[in-house]
C-alpha cells in the first residue's frame, strides 16, 4: 500500500520562502520519478515540478528559477524549496508519482502566500 504525507506549508509574505517535504512509502517512489502538484481554488491541478529517481529535474514556466525540487532515496523522501513566492502560489500543493496514480493522493498542504 502506498502512502503519501505531505507537510511544511503554511501562510508565508509575498517573497518569503517554504520547504515542503513529503514522506512516501511503498514501491512507488523506487520506481516512478515524483512530483509537486498544486492546486488552486477553482482551478485544475497542475504539475509544478517532477525529478527522476537519478536526479535529473523538470519544472513548470510559473516556478522555474524560485522552486528547486529534491529527493533522499535513502530516506524516501521528496522535497520542495520554494523561494520568491507569490500570491499566486497559493494552493494546495501534493506530492505523486509522475504520471500521477489517482489512488495515492494524500492530504496536500496548503500554502498561503499574503501580506
Known amino acids: 500500500q502506498v502512502q503519501l504525507v505531505e507537510s511544511g506549508g503554511g501562510l508565508v509574505q509575498p517573497g518569503g520562502s517554504l520547504r515542503l517535504s513529503c514522506a512516501a512509502s511503498?514501491?512507488?517512489?523506487?520506481?516512478?520519478?515524483m512530483g509537486w502538484y498544486r492546486q488552486a481554488p477553482g482551478k485544475q491541478r497542475e504539475l509544478v515540478a517532477a525529478?527522476?529517481?537519478?536526479?535529473?529535474?523538470n519544472y513548470a514556466d510559473s516556478v522555474k528559477g524560485r522552486f528547486a525540487i529534491s529527493r533522499d532515496n535513502a530516506k524516501n523522501m521528496v522535497y520542495l524549496q520554494m523561494n520568491s513566492l507569490k500570491p499566486e502560489d497559493t494552493a494546495v500543493y501534493y506530492c505523486?508519482?509522475?504520471?500521477?496514480?489517482?489512488?495515492?493522493w494524500g492530504q496536500g498542504t496548503q500554502v498561503t502566500v499574503s501580506s
Open positions: 525529478i527522476t529517481r537519478g536526479g535529473s529535474t
Open positions: 505523486n508519482a509522475v504520471p500521477p496514480s489517482a489512488e495515492n
Open positions: 511503498g514501491s512507488i517512489f523506487n520506481i516512478k520519478p
